[in-house]
């Protein structure tokens, strides 16, 4: 059974009308809020020339608050036409597959018994053989055994050749069935999350990998599921805690990497060709994890940053041998991963760049991952002139770069720039992490850190997330999934590949440059 013929849902249900609910609250606060700034003004009148201004601002800035407060609600609407048609997508494939899984257990049954009946004519045509061998004269029986026995030699090849067809087919539907999200009991939703990892499978398993921090023997692509909680908020990885007494995994409470299941090369490709092709926009991404950070943990991010972004597209990330534990031999085992995990991604980027379909390429990095990725992307660019065709990739974002400052500015930021529409630094001086990996450094300074003040360039889009507020134990340095504000300036970006001034960012001069800020 081919894939392709079963029309598998979109990778992910669209924006969660709670998110959308909570952002027209706050427009509309907005709206009220501006509205009693007329009213403080109309009643309060000041001997500054700047009144007339307020007088004159305040009316528009009402009008486009209630303007984009109505196009979200009309956004919120087509996302649950959208979540109704997915769901129906999603009905209708289960039904078909379980409908095609009937069939192939009565053909299985008939071809078992067809079987059987081979083997029971064998045995009696043998049987007859010995017993005409031992007749005299019995040249014409034999020519009809020998005839017979012919007969079922052939009908023995068409067994078998059915049987493998069968376990191809057998195969091919365990296939399909890793690309319906089955939202597991007690959870709010599943994500079917793209992988491919240059870790070591420490399961043997194809069909239940686990991936340990220790260097694989090549690149290994795959399907995961991740489930989400009814409860989950915009922001939270939800995550088992001592403190509560939780020591496991719970659907209902946490994000749980349900399944791994690794495809070959050329299945990976079609069935995320097949992902790309129905989902509700052609693009997809692909995250790279930074330092301490499991296979595990860089799956649930994943499906948690693109279950929050309402990602309409497909999610993916690209996991290399992180050891996941925060200590200082554990950062140098990483670094020490970096280098050789290089090529690998590049080689992968290129293959996603060229076998995916998708319209859209974006990239996202965390940390360390900032290093991995610029190298790879700075390594396909310097190729540009040896490829006819080379990949351009869509939106390039860099959270929290753990790299030094000086090559990210005058060495990794051109290079990306020169095969991507557009490159955004999210950057804070309050990230305890980086300043820890400043020390290990020689005090250089790290590319994602704001002390003095935020790299900016005319290449790149710099965005300052000191006053957000972020997850205590993260270290003010997961902003990028952790914070609903960048989580919202993402989806703008994603959306509508939009410039900061389009997102209800503040400038910042810096010269003849400038950085950007998120409101208060």
């Known amino acids: 059974m081919d894939p392709s013929q079963t029309e598998p849902p979109k990778q992910q249900i669209s924006l969660r009308t709670s998110i959308w609910t909570n952002l027209i609250s706050v427009l509309i606060g907005a709206a009220i809020v501006a509205g009693s700034m007329m009213v403080s003004v109309r009643h309060e009148p000041s001997e500054k020339s700047s009144s007339p201004v307020l007088l004159k601002e305040q009316p528009e800035l009402a009008v486009e608050t209630a303007k984009l407060a109505s196009d979200y609600q009309a956004l919120v609407r087509k996302t649950d036409s959208e979540k109704r048609e997915t769901d129906e997508k999603v009905k209708s494939a289960t039904t078909a597959l379980n409908e095609t899984e009937l069939k192939f257990a009565e053909s299985k049954n008939n071809l078992e018994e067809i079987s059987k009946q081979y083997r029971a004519s064998l045995d009696a045509i043998n049987k007859l053989a010995a017993n005409t061998q031992a007749r005299p004269n019995a040249t014409p029986d034999a020519k009809k055994i020998a005839d017979a026995q012919q007969a079922l030699s052939k009908l023995e090849g068409h067994i078998t050749a059915a049987t493998t067809t069968q376990a191809a087919a057998d195969t091919q539907i365990n296939r399909v069935k890793e690309t319906i999200e089955v939202v597991p009991p007690g959870a709010e939703a599943a994500v079917k999350v793209f992988y491919a990892t240059d870790r070591k499978n420490s399961s043997g398993s194809t069909a239940s990998a686990r991936y340990e921090g220790a260097r694989g023997d090549g690149l290994r692509y795959g399907v995961c599921t991740v489930s989400l909680p009814k409860d989950h908020r915009m922001g939270q990885l939800e995550s088992p805690s001592i403190f509560r007494l939780e020591f496991k995994p719970d659907p209902e409470k946490h994000i749980v ?14 069935t995320l060709k097949s992902a790309v092709v129905t989902a509700a926009s052609p693009e997809l991404f692909v995250f790279v994890h930074g330092f301490a950070n499991s296979f595990e943990d860089a799956a649930r991010r994943t499906a948690q940053f693109s279950y929050d972004l309402g990602y309409r597209g497909v999610p993916m990330f690209y996991s290399w041998p992180s050891q996941g534990g925060i200590s200082v031999n554990g950062y140098r085992y990483d670094e020490t991963n970096v280098d050789w995990t290089v090529p690998h991604l590049k080689a992968f980027l290129l293959e996603v760049a060229q076998n995916s379909g998708a319209k859209h390429i974006n990239l996202v990095a965390h940390s360390m991952g900032n290093k991995i990725l610029g190298n790879a992307i700075a390594q396909i660019a310097a190729e540009m002139q040896e490829r006819p065709q080379p990949p351009t990739f869509n939106q390039v974002v860099l959270t929290a770069p753990d790299i030094d400052a000086d090559v990210f500015k005058d060495t990794l ?13 999210y950057a804070s001086s309050s990230d305890d992490a980086l300043k820890f990996s400043k020390r290990m450094h020689g005090q250089y300074r790290r590319a994602g850190d704001n002390t003095p003040d935020i790299l900016v360039s005319t290449q790149i889009d710099s965005i300052d997330v000191s006053a957000v507020d972020t997850y205590f134990f993260s270290l003010g340095h997961s902003y990028f999934g952790d914070n609903r504000s960048v ?15 389009k997102r209800n960012l503040i400038p910042r001069p810096h010269g003849s440059l400038q950085s950007w800020l998120f409101r208060p």
């Open 487 to 501: 989580i919202s300036d993402l989806f703008l970006l994603f959306r509508d590949g939009s410039p900061p001034d």
């Open 413 to 425: 930021v051109p290079a990306i720039k020169k095969i991507s529409e557009r490159v955004t630094l």
């Open 257 to 270: 990497l349900q399944s791994a299941v690794e495809l070959s090369q050329q299945q990976f490709f079609e």
